[in-house]
């Protein structure tokens, strides 16, 4: 027995081994399995005669949304993004209602092109394909109502000629400008100006008055310059030169632009070059989840709530400090000390955040796709939280990586979400030098017969003078560019304007009127120089017609043929398409479909590792 028992104890440990482990891991697997069991079993919503959503449909419908983001194709144009989970859900049961799901022709796939698609979108083929099924039955319930009706061939040659034709033109923009204007206004007038765009963001409103505050916040953070480390990387004679360099030569050679190896001759300084790159972001790497570890541990086993961490009262004193991690940093790696930036003398914007210098265009591929820190932070709790990116206050963001290789750790310290101006003395600047720039406007437009007579007489370049401004380069200018009529229709952005349909209608309907016997530029100034005045932008424009590009037969019977000349005249009889958007909007679809969704329910306990867990199971390879 004994002989046996010595014979082959090394078997008998191997076999036991397993065995103990096995029962070690079985509670922990149960324990496990019940925890998930009792998470997709929650209802996230109810819909319908009082059909129930459970979670774990839920993590499939957030699993199409990163497909469709990180397969870099825009879908739903007509509708624009669709950045709300519940609104691809409620777009997606209508098509399947109509029984427009997995019967559009478009849907038929090659097994090569999905597997391809999968890997474009992180997910298998099995998802892939139902994902696919899925969004082009969205779209083609999309086409069916676009294209309810069909023009005749006559009307379709009519608004053809119009929408399709092209001018060549050069444009002078007159801005209006508050410090043109010493207009004073009494406190009154101040305070209507406010009260009635108060609740209003800025840009949107009329002429693009708005006073509400945007999303603010208050942020430190810490900043590994990729130079520095890379320095003391190339300063480490040992790791750099000597045996691991002819090594690395060696085993990279004919890679990177290296060249072949010689025993012969030194290696060359593109070879150290290429090692020195190499270990430095072996180094940064390191760094970057050492310190991601160490600012998670003072919050490992906090409760979580819809992804989100529950803080102790006390949690400012628990956190690590940012000046102390980097203390921990320079002391651990050796290096220079990692610079600590505050910017809690003032709130932010998140255009403004965009513009910090370093961190203002570094990202973090953590939640799927890159995302840059103001969209990190305009995605953060306070300010309405994310289905797909999890940030908030007092919470360390993941490590972002800036465009020359360095590495930034930031926190969210404060928060101020969008608002109404407490008072009128909040934003008084601004409301001033909008009533100011109304005054100067109106003057404009009062001598726009002027501007347009000194034009048609002097020249554009003597009006751009007297207004301090410039003559832009000539410009192609369309209601709808022919040879882009697949995207949709895009109204030509003028200089400084952007887009404007009025705008350009003027200037297309003016164009039309002139003589089609003789070239542009034989027409008198007089007849190719005009002045538009575009009161939603507070500017005149001064415009000279320098070529016609009118709409050919051959370029007119192709579109003809195709269903996208149709689609977009119709598109601009359903009021530029905001017939079709509010058919489908969010709100349109909830009221239909009786939709309730119960998102911040007491019962709601998804957590980083659900969402963790979820994005790896769409993300399994391609079989």
């Avoid at 810490?222 to 480490?236: F, G, K, T, V």
Wanted: hydrophobic share 45%; proline share 5%; glycine share 6%.
């Amino acid at each position: 027995m004994f002989k046996f028992l010595r014979k082959y104890n090394k078997l008998i440990l191997a076999i036991g081994g397993t065995l103990l482990l096995i029962v070690f891991l079985i509670p922990q697997a149960i324990q496990s399995l019940s925890q998930r069991a009792a998470t997709t079993g929650i209802v996230v919503a109810t819909v319908g005669d009082g059909e129930t959503v459970s979670a774990r449909e839920w993590e499939q419908v957030q699993g199409e949304m990163l497909f469709m983001q990180r397969s870099g194709r825009q879908f739903f144009v007509q509708l624009g993004e669709i950045k709300e989970p519940a609104h691809w859900y409620l777009l997606a049961r209508e098509a399947e209602q109509a029984g427009l799901v997995g019967l559009s022709p478009t849907a038929v796939a090659t097994e090569e092109q999905l597997v391809t698609i999968a890997l474009q979108g992180g997910v298998n083929v099995a998802f892939a394909d139902r994902a696919l099924a899925r969004i082009f039955g969205v779209e083609h319930m999309l086409a069916l109502y676009l294209n309810a009706g069909k023009l005749s061939d006559r009307r379709l040659l009519h608004e053809s000629e119009r929408l399709l034709h092209q001018v060549e033109a050069s444009i002078v923009v007159i801005e209006a400008d508050a410090d043109a204007s010493q207009a004073a206004f009494t406190e009154a007038q101040l305070q209507a100006q406010f009260e009635q765009y108060a609740d209003v963001s800025a840009g949107s409103g009329e002429r693009g008055f708005g006073y509400r505050m945007p999303h603010r916040a208050k942020l430190e953070w810490l900043a590994i310059p990729y130079e520095s480390i890379r320095e003391i990387i190339a300063a480490d004679d040992e790791a750099t030169r000597g045996i691991a360099l002819r090594r690395h030569w060696r085993d990279h050679a004919l890679t990177d632009g290296l060249p072949p190896v010689s025993t012969a001759a030194d290696v060359p300084d593109i070879v150290r070059d290429h090692l020195i790159n190499q270990l430095t972001q072996a180094r940064i790497d390191e760094i970057a989840k050492w310190a991601a570890d160490e600012l998670q541990a003072p919050r490992r086993g906090f409760p979580q709530r819809a992804g989100y961490y529950e803080l102790p009262a006390d949690w400012a004193a628990k956190m690590l400090k940012f000046p102390d991690l980097a203390d921990k940093i320079r002391e651990r790696y050796s290096i220079g000390q990692p610079e600590y930036h505050a910017a809690g003398d003032r709130f932010h914007t998140m255009p403004e955040l965009a513009e910090l210098s370093g961190i203002g265009t570094a990202t973090t591929d953590k939640f799927g796709t890159p995302r840059a820190l103001d969209h990190l932070v305009g995605q953060a709790k306070e300010f309405g939280g994310s289905t797909l990116v999890f940030a908030q206050q007092d919470v360390a963001g993941p490590p972002l990586r800036g465009d020359d290789g360095s590495i930034y750790f930031f926190r969210i310290i404060a928060t101020d979400p969008a608002r109404r101006p407490a008072s009128l003395d909040e934003v008084r600047d601004q409301v001033l030098a909008d009533l100011r720039r109304v005054d100067h406007y109106d003057r404009l437009a009062a001598e726009t017969g002027a501007i347009e007579a000194r034009a048609q007489t002097a020249g554009l370049l003597s009006v751009a003078m007297d207004h301090d401004t410039i003559v832009h380069p000539p410009e192609v200018i369309a209601l709808c560019n022919p040879y882009l009529i697949s995207l949709g229709s895009f109204v030509s952005p003028l200089p400084v304007i952007g887009q404007n349909e009025q705008a350009v209608g003027r200037i297309i309907d003016h164009a039309l009127s002139l003589p089609r016997d003789r070239k542009l530029a034989d027409l008198p100034l007089a007849q190719r120089v005009i002045a538009v005045a575009v009161p939603e932008k507070l500017a005149v424009l001064v415009v000279r017609l320098d070529q016609q590009l009118p709409l050919t037969r051959p370029t007119y019977e192709q579109l003809a043929s195709a269903v996208q000349l149709q689609t977009l005249l119709r598109l601009d009889e359903l009021d530029g398409g905001e017939a079709l958007k509010s058919a489908f909007s969010y709100d349109a679809l909830t009221r239909r479909h009786n939709f309730v969704l119960n998102t911040r329910s007491d019962e709601e306990t998804e957590s980083d590792d659900a969402a963790a867990e979820t994005a790896k199971t769409a993300s399994v390879a391609p079989n």
